[in-house]
């Protein structure tokens, strides 16, 4: 019983560090948070060498890729790329 | 207490605390899982508990990590790298949302077809038990070579085989003659918290100082997460489509099998398998990080569960990594003799045991991580540093070292720290190398010298 008492007052005392330590030492990263994305899609398809107009195509044609982004709100983005691009 | 309330009762702190750390990007696997799991097996819970403490703590660690990964681009730890490249695509084109609903009902999906799998061919190989343990002492050396080469090292890691068991031998010789007993947690913590501590070394060193040293803070960046079902529970069936959950059932079979292989190697496998057979940049991107993160947990899962239930003695990277402490926690559980979950539990128990441990971490962290992903990232990053992690799992190592061997075992548990650190920081001798040598090494010393 001893040994299990002390072993759970040392698990204590480690957490105990990480409270301390999370006071004193504050996190020196930088969280940028953002709100919508900095790019503009045409920059990012081609930057990722992709092709719009061949990205929309492929998913005129998968029904089921299709619906799921319907449904997700994301379709219109590619659309709009896309579109833009046929013309 | 009933073992089963026992076990329910562990198998939640694992999955509340662990959907926390996974939380915390680039948290090394190993030094987190061993010594959580030394405490709960030294504090005298019941093997069935322990197990089931194991499962959800894996489970819910790898969900949540998927959080770090899709919303900051960063892999949440190792298992997750193969994945960043999908996730950043998705990210970029403003979709890091769906790349993590995906993930982490792949990842579900993965962890339950492992456990039965995992189970059934554990129970298969165990026939030939007695013919692994007899020889154990080589089958060691033998995937202590192998197991080097495949490592980032390569044929360095080969050449210090021998070098790192008479150093480890040296050590155990040593230790044995001021305390009367062999030490084996000390020099796990050792290799453990390795990297950890070398790079507080670097940061103390007027040489090596500049390898680590920045001069502006890290940057992340959090992508927007758009909230796009209605409930609390999505139903990870209707997040995939069709043909992912397929795609997702079968590669976790395969990798389910595939128990002596690293989950990294594994999971690109799978997804790129699985990629190339996708057209479009959203096709494929969903596709392969839902098959990925199923591939990465079932083969975690199953490279724990097949060598307890099969031999008892640790015979795969994850058996001598993060599950180390199953196989062998002094006084509790010893592999040499096997004496550990692998004689406490039947494969009955361990599909019980397992599925609670699951069932629970899902309950948990699945919602978790699909409504509050973004609020706990930020409060994470925002309030706990690195500096805090670091000082926790260095504390918790003196601890466990303390624990076995008083200041014998902090010394021990430090010196092995920083020689396996900085062979792992420098030379790319991985900590899973490490492991199986110091397994190997008495059998290799006896041989050798005949000591």
């Known amino acids: 019983m001893v040994s299990s008492y002390s072993l759970l007052l040392g698990i204590g005392g480690s957490v105990l560090s990480l409270a301390l330590c999370a006071f004193i030492f504050k996190p020196s990263r930088v969280l940028t948070e953002e709100e919508t994305s900095l790019e503009s899609m045409e920059e990012i398809f081609k930057d990722m060498q992709l092709d719009p107009k061949e990205e929309y195509l492929l998913i005129e044609e998968d029904p089921v890729t299709k619906k799921e982004m319907e449904a997700l709100g994301v379709l219109d983005k590619f659309r709009t790329i896309g579109e833009d691009d046929k013309k | ?451």
């Open chain 2, 1 to 451: 207490m009933s073992i089963l309330l026992i076990s329910i009762c562990l198998a939640l702190i694992g999955a509340i605390l662990f959907s926390l750390i996974g939380l915390i990007s680039g948290t090394d696997e190993t030094a987190i899982m061993v010594p959580f799991t030394l405490l709960v097996i030294l504090l005298g819970a019941p093997p069935a508990a322990v197990f089931a403490f194991f499962m959800a703590a894996v489970l819910a660690k790898h969900l949540t990590h998927a959080v770090p990964t899709a919303l900051m681009g960063i892999p949440g730890d190792t298992t997750a790298v193969p994945l960043i490249d999908h996730a950043s695509a998705l990210r970029r084109l403003g979709m890091p949302h769906i790349a993590l609903r995906k993930m982490v009902s792949g990842g579900v999906i993965g962890a339950f077809i492992a456990l039965p799998t995992a189970v059934l061919l554990g129970q298969f190989l165990g026939q030939f038990a007695d013919f692994f343990k007899s020889a154990s002492g080589l089958i060691f050396t033998l995937a202590a070579i192998l197991i080097a080469f495949f490592s980032k090292g390569k044929w360095v890691s080969v050449l210090m085989i021998i070098p790192l068991a008479f150093f480890i031998k040296s050590l155990d010789v040593l230790s044995f003659s001021i305390l009367d007993k062999h030490l084996t947690i000390s020099f796990f913590l050792g290799i453990a918290i390795g990297p950890m501590f070398t790079d507080i070394l670097f940061a103390l060193s007027g040489n090596a100082r500049q390898t680590i040293q920045r001069d502006r803070p890290k940057e992340y960046h959090l992508a927007p997460d758009n909230k796009s079902w209605a409930g609390f529970f999505p139903n990870p069936f209707k997040i995939l489509t069709k043909r992912q959950t397929m795609q997702t059932t079968g590669t976790s079979f395969i990798s389910s099998l595939t128990f002596v292989f690293s989950p990294v190697g594994m999971t690109s496998l799978m997804g790129e398998i699985v990629g190339s057979r996708s057209k479009g940049i959203y096709k494929k991107s969903t596709s392969s990080l839902t098959t990925m993160n199923g591939v990465t947990e079932s083969t975690y899962i199953a490279e724990a569960i097949i060598p307890l239930i099969a031999f008892g003695i640790p015979l795969s990277p994850v058996a001598l990594g993060p599950a180390s402490p199953l196989f062998n926690a002094p006084p509790v559980f010893t592999s040499d003799p096997v004496n550990n979950l692998h004689n406490y539990l039947d494969p009955l128990d361990f599909l019980l045991y397992g599925a609670i441990g699951l069932i629970i971490a899902t309950l948990i962290a699945y919602p978790f991580s699909m409504n509050y992903a973004r609020k706990a990232t930020v409060l994470v990053m925002r309030f706990i540093s690195q500096e805090a992690i670091v000082a926790m799992f260095i504390g918790l190592a003196c601890l466990l070292a303390f624990h076995e061997a008083g200041l014998v075992g902090i010394v021990l548990t430090f010196t092995m720290a920083a020689i396996g650190g900085l062979l792992n920081k420098i030379l790319g001798i991985g900590s899973g190398v490490q492991f199986m040598v110091f397994y190997a090494s008495a059998w290799l010393i006896s041989v050798l010298f005949g000591f």
